[in-house]
């Protein structure tokens, strides 16, 4: 259970690194990608990834986590339709379902392939 409740912890750290990003009327360029989409696809495959291995024990409530994490993306939208700088879109949201998908099957694949440990 212990690695589970890092997983939990880093799942938390990158929910308000999402946030700060998301909501900066001019976020740093060396915190992007390159492309907009495809950095809502990497950080909400990140979070997936996340939640996934900090949930893997309790599959109703690493469900939960995966369906908030789109209402997280959703509210994040209409959070930046507000700040200066920024605009909601939907193509942003479309992003962060793609890399809650990934990043969840990505996480189920590997604990598939790897041996099962002992918690501690």
Known sequence: MA??????WLFGALLLAVAALALMPAPPDSAGLGWD????????????LCAVLGWRHQRSAMLAVLLALLAYGGAIELLQSQVPNRQAEWGDLLA?????????????AWLRRRPAAPEK
């Open 3 to 8: 690695s589970a409740r890092r997983w939990r």
């Open 96 to 108: 962060d379902a793609l890399g809650i998908a990934a990043g969840a099957l990505l996480a189920l």
């Open 37 to 48: 989409k495809l950095n809502h696809l990497a950080a909400f495959g990140a979070l997936a």
